[in-house]
């Protein structure tokens, strides 16, 4: 490939915008490969370097040396209350509504099946037709177990849905951040509107926590669920986490009723009573290791204000676009991310016909994005580490590789990760 | 407390059953902290030798340094079903039945699930009711959930109930040894019990699986589920497992239709269409690390016959159980292991009303232990890396504890492990 050239006033303003950047120092709290332009931190955040050092002592201090004793003297019975309080920081969630632990499939179940039973004698469950696959999954699967039906109702149109049919529906289902175009919703004004048919609303926040400012408990959120690993950068597979308003703990029944969940666990008593407040979410014995990297993972965070970490992503991913108009439209590239602010969330996504081996070929170029089938390239963006001049990179080096054709045009193959 | 006295005909017992022991050296393959003697492998296994320089590296390289991409280059995606053959090897299942990840918790809702909708028209599902709580909390909330019963049968009675009501049963769930006692049970017995009056057999292994051979396949076992931290030893809260015998994977429907188990997981189909075979029962992101510490773990197991686990095992559950009745009967404690080989799991158990003050005396002497409330002490042995001398010491020390009434009476506080 010839060497990236990069347009003057586009260098410039991106250099100065890192110049000013208040965030800038956030960068050095996480291990990230030199000279490596990472945009995938919405599929994976990258290391955190707090994480390895908490790693190393609950391996070998904790579990080698310390062994069982360790579920007493080292927190380990109390993480996944302890982590989950952690996020819920993050989340706009007082303490004792939040537990992390599991896959966001398996909360995405358990917040489903629970909301249900909150709401009896409404037969819908609403989730958009673009929400992302677990989620319309799972959706299925308890409203078939739970004698449910679901519609499928994209946010813009569910005011109207609700106004026809709203004295029917148990639960709205949504995602505040399209993970394809990364199209952010109005999460209060969906809220509002649930709340007003007297449904509750449950919020997949994988795609913003830690993202963006988030209200769960000022907006009267009913339930939430986001996982570990994209810009929380709890590290792959980490655990996720389940918010449940505390309104609604004393009704809350789950259907994975584990031991970890029971009044008095060690009783091992020969029925389940839940416990009181959010513990009763728990299930099984939790993923120690994994929670306490999630955990020190969330150090990352420490004295960051979400609202600057909002500030600095718009305008990462407006320049972003702004690099696109200028050096990707005309060579067949379409931005499918709003340009509004107020309707984007922290990525921006392009489509090209051969997105796939394009994500290929950046990767050797040193720029790490993603996609997501069939035609989306996704450039996700957290503002704890990226820099303006990597969007303007990313850019130019896309524009180069399309150039120069050095890509292969096949489609993802199956089973392919990225 | 005075100086530990050991009996001589016991000392020179141990010391020549270790001498003689084949599986000497495998206990180099676990770090054990020096002179502490460990009988608590069947809580928390120790950390293997193997682990950490994994997790390094999986950490640091994989995460780190390859981020995203060691989906595909790490073997990432992968792992849930490789680490589930890994174990499969341990329990007596050919490739492709076996997948790891969740908790066992997770995996008992799936596999009492799945099996109540493999045999429709059987409204009982049978479980003990000396059984772990987390099955039978879960058995209870599956049968609410589906329109099913449970009838909670000891082993023992199995096979007047069957005789009795056995064309109503879907589901027999087991474990092979109790948790309480250690007591085993005939899993080719019960097994074909079940079988006779036309049920599914699922066996909780989490007792079982790497203290002694195990032969799913062969015994025709339907499902198994177990966890990863027990006789695996694969850290705090590692993925469990779940078996699904090849036969059933066809009509095999989960509950939990997490993406990953969809036969196309990156097409983002609309809708779920199950993978096939065991790659189905697949739910969300896998706990990487978590797995990839697991999967390092397993590898203590190389080359090791587990029918010589079986043997050393027996051999040192029944020199404490010797110990026992002449050293700590006479002070009041009742041994509740069976003494017939057959009949006993790989530890031992001792009941004693001060249970939770003794095992916390003996751990300040060195001897981790623990208890199960209200009165049973319990004494795990892992043939990787118990010594015969291992089993003289704790009966030895906890003489001593007793005989110079070196601990608190008090009962185990609530919410407190061990």
Known sequence: MTTTTVPAPLGEEAARLDADDPLAHLRERFLLPEGLVYLDGNSLGPLPAAVPPVLTDAVHRQWGADLIRSWNTHGWWDAPLRVGDAVGRLIGAAPGQTVAGDSTSVQLFTALTAAAALRPGRPLLVTDPGHFPTDRYLAESVAGREGLEVRRVSPPDLEAFLAAEGDRVAVVSYSPVDYRTGELYDMAALTGAAHRAGALVLWDLCHAAGAFPLRVDDLGVDLAVGCGYKF???????????????????????????????????????????????????????????????????????????????????????????????????????????????????????????????????????????????????????????????????????????????????????????
Chains 1, 2 share one sequence.
Request: glycine share 8%; charged share 20%.
């Open 232 to 418: 929380l950068s709890g590290g792959p597979g980490a655990p996720a986490f389940l918010y449940v308003a505390r309104r609604h703990h004393g009704d809350l029944v789950t259907p994975l009723t584990g031991w970890t969940g029971h009044a008095d666990p060690f009783a091992m008593a020969a029925d389940y009573t839940p416990a009181p407040g959010i513990a009763r979410a728990r299930i099984g014995t939790p993923p120690v290791l994994s929670l306490l990297a999630l955990e020190a993972a969330l150090t990352a965070f420490e004295g960051v204000d979400l609202a600057e970490v909002r500030k600095k992503s718009l305008s990462l991913t407006g320049l972003f676009l702004r690099c696109a108009d200028e050096l990707l439209a005309p060579l067949g590239f379409e931005a499918v991310t709003p340009s509004d602010p107020a309707r984007r969330g922290s990525q921006a996504a392009l489509r090209h016909p051969h997105a796939y081996g394009l994500v290929q070929a950046l990767a050797d170029q040193g720029v790490i994005a993603d996609m997501r089938a069939p035609d989306l390239l996704r450039f996700g963006v957290n503002a704890l580490y990226t820099t303006h001049r990597d969007m303007v990179t990313a850019a130019v080096r896309l524009r180069d590789v399309v150039r120069t054709a050095a890509y292969d045009p096949a489609p993802q193959p199956t089973g392919r990760v990225v």
